[in-house]
């Protein structure tokens, strides 16, 4: 069944600039890029000896491609605290790992031009298996310091609960 837009005059497709991650139910600040969400689903080619030459294709295993996530340095630590869950210097033999809390499950939000929540998706079971605390230094550049996270993943979804925005007008002013 086709699903009627709420906002019928809408033609564009939403943009890509204007997004939100959130975690641990808090907003994590100054992220500038994520990577797209992508699913592969692997291809089971197959044939009965009675079939002509050509064979049959079925769905089989389906993988989650690892999403990173882009920010400036700064002095907040989330990127730093949850990839040293997964491996902590120092912290001992055997305890390297936080087994019980190195999973995350995350919200990442896109917005209209207007700043309306437009769409969301849950992505399930992250963990970090990438941190690049600071990129390469270079006394005669000229641009922001970045960091970044590797997030392996377990799947997402659509969060179908988050309608789409009546998007506001502006009045005509005399």
Request: proline letters at 4%; hydrophobic letters at 35%.
């Amino acid at each position: 069944m086709a699903q009627f837009s709420v906002n019928p005059q809408r033609f564009d497709p939403y943009k890509n600039f204007k997004f939100r991650v959130k975690w641990d139910g808090r907003y994590v600040a100054g992220i500038s890029k994520v990577s797209a969400l992508k699913r592969t689903t692997e291809v089971v080619e197959h044939r009965e000896g009675g079939d002509p030459s050509t064979g049959r294709k079925s769905p089989g295993r389906s993988k989650f491609e690892a999403i990173t996530l882009d920010r400036g340095v700064t002095h907040d630590t989330e990127f730093e605290t949850w990839a040293n869950r997964v491996w902590h210097f120092g912290a001992g033999l055997g305890a390297e790992v936080s087994l019980r809390n190195f999973r995350k499950d995350i919200i990442l939000e896109v917005y209209n031009e207007a700043g309306q929540l437009a769409l969301a998706y849950k992505i399930f079971r992250c963990w970090v298996s990438e941190y690049q605390s600071l990129p390469d230094l270079d006394a005669n550049a000229n641009a922001v310091a970045i960091q970044h996270i590797k997030l392996e993943n377990e799947g997402w979804e659509r969060d179908t609960a988050v309608a789409e925005p009546s998007e506001p007008t502006l009045s005509d002013q005399a």
